[in-house]
């Protein structure tokens, strides 16, 4: 919990919590870049 007021109080919450979303991502979705290049069809 210390590390996170550090955080706060040096001013980089901003950073802190993109990275941590993309750790998140990351851990949740480990194949997520593979289905970017996928094109799905949609009906017309």
Do not use: A
């Amino acid at each position: 919990m210390l590390d996170v007021r550090g955080v706060f109080v040096n001013g980089t919450w901003e950073e802190y919590q993109v990275y941590r979303i993309e750790c998140e991502n990351q851990r949740l979705y480990p194949h997520r870049e593979l289905l970017q290049d996928l094109e799905y069809p949609l009906p017309v």
